[in-house]
T-cell receptor, first 118, second 118 residues
């Protein structure tokens, strides 16, 4: 596998369910990100992990809980979501600028997980 | 705070026409990066270009060209001789270095939906 892989691609859940989105990167990057893409809204940064440490949390409700067990994997745990949380959730990874090179700080995105909350 | 404005929301052209996608940004930083990403119907954002704030040279890559003008805070993208496969949503994004120094967070514009008709 190459690039950034997200599973599942589609998820339908009720408001009382607990589910998780998974992201895996095979690029050797040291930072990972969750973005939310809703209809007619700009992409919203949710969380950033750098070297497995959370460095950004953009006022995201606690019903979204990220986990980064290692530099290759990122999870987004979901519980008691609301219908307005229905969106495309995009994972991305990057290599920091200190690494140098033309690819540094360029985000590589996965194909996204389309979430529908009923 | 940084901001990216893509005033055009939808553009429709006929194949082989040239089309320019506009991007205007706001930032207080002197060091920053600008990006364009393409999002085809499959959902995955595909990286097109990165430009740093110290490099105002225009760039051409095949049918794609970019015009960066710091004086007007613009980073416009032109597709020459458009093709049906160019149909997608195009996002302009701005990155300032995070306080942790190396990794960046992207602020995206709302995107421009380009439709190229045969």
């Amino acid at each position: 596998e190459t690039g950034v892989t997200q599973t599942p691609r589609h998820l339908v859940m009720g408001m009382t369910n607990k589910k998780s989105l998974k992201c895996e990167q095979h690029l050797g990057h040291n930072a990972m990100y969750w973005y939310k893409q809703s209809a007619k809204k700009p992409l919203e940064l949710m969380f950033v992990y750098s070297l497995e440490e959370r460095v950004e949390n953009n006022s995201v409700p606690s019903r979204f809980s990220p986990e980064c067990p290692n530099s290759s994997h990122l999870f987004l745990h979901l519980h008691t979501l609301q219908p307005e949380d229905s969106a495309l959730y995009l994972c991305a990874s990057s290599q920091d600028l200190l690494a140098g090179g033309p690819g540094a700080n360029v985000l590589t995105f996965g194909a996204g997980s389309r979430l529908t909350v009923l | 705070a940084q901001k990216v404005t893509q005033a055009q929301t939808e553009i429709s052209v006929v194949e082989k026409e040239d089309v320019t996608l506009d991007c205007v940004y706001e930032t207080r930083d002197t060091t920053y990066y600008l990006f364009w990403y393409k999002q085809p119907p499959s959902g995955e954002l595909v990286f097109l270009i990165r430009r740093n704030s110290f490099d105002e040279q225009n760039e051409i890559s095949g049918r794609y060209s970019w015009n960066f003008q710091k004086s007007t805070s613009s980073f416009n993208f032109t597709i020459t001789a458009s093709q049906v496969v160019d149909s997608a949503v195009y996002f302009c994004a701005l990155s300032e270095l995070g306080f942790w120094g190396a990794n960046s967070k992207l602020t995206f514009g709302k995107g421009i939906t380009l439709s190229v008709r045969p």
